[in-house]
């Protein structure tokens, strides 16, 4: 018997390992806020990630360096009220898990005690390893992503595709092997070769998340603004939009406002009345 949307059991860690192990491609979009949350879990998706590129199309920033773990947790907490099904994974922001261990597991501790997260994100390799190990230890999910990881720009001097020379590959391929070893549950591979992204997929036995990566990957994820064609100032090559919602919303305020002006809204009926003998009752009240 198949599946129904209303008949959905909540998305774990574990249900990841067995699409993977069955051959199902996992389904991962980015949300921000209870309204954004609500649709993507009502769509049927299998995890909501609150990512931290809410700085960039939510919040306007350049990159995603100013986010803070007080933004992150203002805007998972709202997105985790609309979520009823999805895992809930939330995004560690820049500086909240590379200073200290300790300071990475506490970091970590609060998206699932204050936000009502179900598992955390944190970008880096090799070099994670440990962070990663003590967070899962203390029994925190650790989604993995490595590539072109945004939190390290300025590092790669811009928004560059990653592991394009046969070296930057293996150390990729490497890489994916340590996190998977470290103890997390999947990784995401953002922009990099799709050849390379199924070549990893198929050597990991935990579930690879592609963004820019190819079909090769066991999943995908895309952040919601860019596929709504509600962010205009950055596309990557990478994104596909669905929908034009940018064009959708600047008509439908451009209409609000010409009405406004011409005082066409509002409309009778959108307007509360009395009735005339309440009318008439006021009247006589204020000329006493
Ligand atoms: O911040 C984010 O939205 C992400 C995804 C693009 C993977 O890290």
Redesign the pocket.
């Known amino acids: 018997m198949s599946t129904t949307l209303t008949d959905r059991k909540k998305t774990s860690v574990l249900t990841f390992r067995q699409k993977k192990q069955r051959g199902e491609p996992i389904s991962v979009m ?1 949300a921000y806020d209870y309204p954004t949350g609500r649709l993507v879990d009502q769509a049927g998706l299998d995890a909501v ?1 609150v ?4 700085g960039m199309v939510v919040l306007g920033y350049p990159n ?1 360096l100013p986010v803070t773990m007080e933004a992150m947790i203002h805007h998972c907490r709202a997105v985790a009220r609309g979520v009823k099904t999805a895992l809930l994974i939330g ?1 560690m922001p820049f500086l909240s898990y590379q200073i200290s261990i300790p300071e990475a597991v506490r970091n970590a501790g609060r998206f699932l005690q204050e936000a009502g997260m179900d598992a955390v ?1 944190l ?1 880096g390799g090799r070099e994670r390893a440990e962070t990663i190990r003590a967070i899962v230890q203390t029994g925190i999910p650790v989604m993995g ?1 490595i590539g072109l990881t ?1 939190q390290s720009v300025h590092q790669f001097g811009g928004f560059k595709p990653q592991g394009r020379l046969a070296d930057t590959a293996l150390k990729l391929l490497e890489d994916a092997q340590i996190l998977e070893e470290a103890g997390c549950f999947s990784i ?1 591979l ?1 922009s990099i070769p799709a050849r390379l992204a199924k070549f990893v997929s198929e050597r990991i036995h935990i579930p690879t ?1 592609g ?1 820019g990566a190819g079909v090769g990957c066991d999943g995908q ?3 919601l603004h860019d596929l709504l064609g509600m962010f205009e100032e950055f596309k990557p090559k990478f994104v596909k939009q669905y929908v034009n919602l940018h064009e959708v919303i600047l008509q439908a305020l451009t209409s609000y406002r010409e009405e406004v002006e011409s005082r066409s809204f509002p409309g009778p009926e959108h307007c509360v009345d009395m009735s005339d003998e309440e009318w008439q009752k006021f009247l006589e009240q204020v000329k006493e």
Do not use: M
Not at 51 to 54: A, I, M, R
């Open positions: 980015t990630l990512g931290d590129s809410l995603t995004d994100k970008e992503h945004p995401v953002e998340i963004i994820v895309l952040v």
